[in-house]
């Protein structure tokens, strides 16, 4: 099986930083686009960061300049850094991955079970 579990929320005020963190584990032979995205009460879940296998990267308008999205593939986990946030940053924090298995070769999306970010103005 694989499984994703997301660390690092809490709560901060305005204007700190927060580095959240998505590891994948189990039985994976390779790791392709991975996302971060975000839910807030009321609204949609919406897509924060990406970042591909190679290194490439996007971001959602309302975070350029203040997140950071990075991977360490030897250690099967990617980043989210989180700097001058700002309380319309409050939300649950969800990273998504699409991930190959090395039992069955089967590719698909997997979810993580969410972190929450608050942050108090």
């Known amino acids: 099986q694989v499984q994703l579990v997301e660390s690092g929320g809490g709560l901060v005020q305005a204007g700190g930083s927060l580095r959240l963190s998505c590891a994948a584990s189990?039985?994976?032979?390779?790791?392709?686009?991975v996302g971060w995205y975000r839910q807030a009460p009321g609204k949609q879940r919406e897509l924060v960061a990406a970042?591909?296998?190679?290194?490439?990267?996007n971001y959602a308008d309302s975070v350029k300049g203040r997140f950071t999205i990075s991977r360490d593939n030897a250690k099967n986990t990617v980043y989210l850094q989180m700097n001058s946030l700002k309380p319309e940053d409050t939300a649950v924090y969800y990273c998504?991955?699409?991930?190959?298995?090395?039992?069955?070769?089967?590719?698909?999306?997997?979810w993580g079970q969410g972190t929450q970010v608050t942050v108090s103005s």
């Open positions: 998504n991955a699409d991930i190959q298995d090395s039992t069955w070769y089967v590719r698909r999306d997997y």
């Open positions: 189990g039985s994976i032979s390779s790791i392709n686009t």
């Open positions: 970042i591909t296998s190679g290194g490439s990267t």
